[in-house]
């Protein structure tokens, strides 16, 4: 069965900081790789995903995120972060059957700006 | 707007007293889903339902169970609560039948077992 890492489960950053969320997965087949983000009190919301083609993938609110084959990993990425960002970042990869098939989530980042 | 809707968004009950969440989506998918989400855990998928075929996970306990009587409703029945059953119980939704299609999750209902 497939797993997912998420390094960091509180990173505290200021205000224009780069950020660098890492994700590993353990799986040998072809995946499709997910950011979901939790705003406080709301919902999961996508951030971006990865499907095929082009490994950099770019999402909303200036996320982005790199897919590396040979080291199963997916980091998510922002150059300069907002105080907005303050969220639970969620990794998560769904095995190449896709469709319907369920996720498998990483146990969260949490994510703290500072003003 | 379409969306994933879940009720109640908190629920209480007793040890051993049988309770029963409740998902709507506007969104006409044929794939529903329900996940698990313990506290600082990961949420872990507990079955899905594509249109009326029923998936249930290997290692969900019988203790859950599901129903959908459309396309529009899903629920989770959980037939004798435990203390160990609380946690975020969230619904998701995709359209089903191609490998690029993305989950919509509704906002969750926080489950609490006295």
């Known amino acids: 069965a497939q797993s997912v890492s998420q390094h960091n489960h509180h990173v505290i950053l200021s205000e224009a900081a780069s950020l660098e969320l890492g994700c590993n997965y353990s799986y040998g087949g072809t995946v499709n790789l997910f950011w979901y983000v939790q705003y406080p009190g709301q919902h999961l919301q996508l951030l971006l995903k990865?499907?095929?083609?082009?490994?950099l993938v770019k999402g909303i609110k200036g996320f982005e995120a790199e897919f590396i084959k040979s080291k199963f990993s997916f980091n998510l990425r922002k150059p300069s972060v907002q105080w907005s960002d303050t969220a639970e970042y969620f990794c998560?990869?769904?095995?190449?059957?896709?469709?319907?098939?369920?996720?498998?989530f990483g146990k969260g980042t949490h994510l703290i700006i500072q003003p | 707007d379409a969306m994933v809707i879940q009720n109640p968004r908190y629920q209480v009950t007793q040890f051993g007293k049988p309770v029963t969440l409740s998902c709507s989506q506007t969104l006409n998918h044929n794939v529903m889903y329900w996940y698990q989400q313990k506290s600082s855990q990961a949420p872990k998928l507990l079955f899905h339902?594509?249109?009326?075929?029923?998936?249930n996970e290997a290692d969900t306990p019988d203790n859950f169970q599901s129903r959908r009587p459309n396309t529009s409703f899903c629920f989770l029945d959980i037939r004798s609560p435990g203390l160990g059953d609380a946690a975020m119980y969230l619904c998701a939704t995709s359209r089903g039948g191609a490998r690029t299609d993305t989950q919509y999750f509704g906002p969750g209902t926080r489950l609490t077992v006295l």
């Open positions: 990865y499907f095929s083609g082009d490994p």
């Open positions: 339902y594509y249109d009326k075929d029923f998936n």
């Open positions: 998560a990869v769904q095995t190449s059957g896709g469709g319907a098939d369920g996720l498998t």
